[in-house]
T-cell receptor
């Protein structure tokens, strides 16, 4: 079946540092890939997505590239802010539903 | 007003009690989902519904039931709550534009924190 593996957190960074959160997946076929973000006390919201190999999703300075050859969809941001502190979930969409990773907490200090 | 609302936002109950969590949406979406979130386990799908007459089990449906009362309403019930059902529960919606294999965004409610003592 489908599965998503994310790096464990928390990831702690200083403001303006470079961020990478690794995500790899196992799936049959060609799933769409997503990153969702959950701010404290809130539900999840879509951050970015990619629907086919070599697509790059981007939003709010975050980006991720769909790498079919390495089955990866790593999230990156060049300069994080305190307001980016949240839990980030990688997910894939197979036939009809989403499969989520376990989430990675990001803590950014001033 | 929020597009996806969940009630209650917090609930503490005792083992053996029947609990209903409600979800309403004003987005006009036909697809609705229930997830539970546990620390270190991410989100896991409990049930989903692609229209009013369609109900499907997800990854962890045992101990839960659902009712799709209308396109805009999807309720989750715990017939006899147990402590390991203590979790954060999320409702989500999506549309189906483009057909069965669409990759449309899911929109999440704010969550219900359920504690079973």
């Amino acid at each position: 079946g489908n599965s998503v593996t994310q790096m464990e957190g928390p990831v702690t960074l200083s403001e303006e540092a470079f961020l990478t959160i690794n995500c790899t997946y196992t799936a049959t076929g060609y799933p769409s890939l997503f990153w969702y973000v959950q701010y404290p006390g809130e539900g999840l919201q879509l951050l970015l997505k990619a629907t086919k190999a070599d697509d790059k999703g981007s939003n709010k300075g975050f980006e991720a590239t769909y790498r079919k050859e390495t089955t990866s969809f790593h999230l990156e941001k060049g300069s994080v802010q305190v307001s980016d502190s949240a839990v980030y979930f990688c997910a894939l969409r197979g036939y009809s539903t989403l499969t989520f990773g376990k989430g990675t907490m990001l803590l950014v200090s001033p | 007003d929020a597009d996806v609302t969940q009630t209650p936002r917090n609930r503490i109950t005792k083992t053996g009690k029947r609990i209903m969590l409600e979800c309403s949406q004003t987005k006009g979406h036909d697809r609705m989902y229930w997830y539970r979130q546990d620390p270190g386990l991410g989100l896991r799908l409990i049930y989903y519904s692609f229209d009013v007459k369609d109900i499907n089990k997800g990854e962890i449906s045992d101990g839960y039931s659902v009712s799709r009362q209308a396109q805009a309403k999807f309720s989750l019930s715990l017939e006899s709550a147990i402590p390991n059902q203590t979790a954060l529960y999320f409702c989500a919606t999506s549309d189906s534009l483009g057909g069965q294999y669409t990759n449309n965004e899911q929109f999440f409610g704010p969550g219900t924190r359920l504690t079973v003592l």
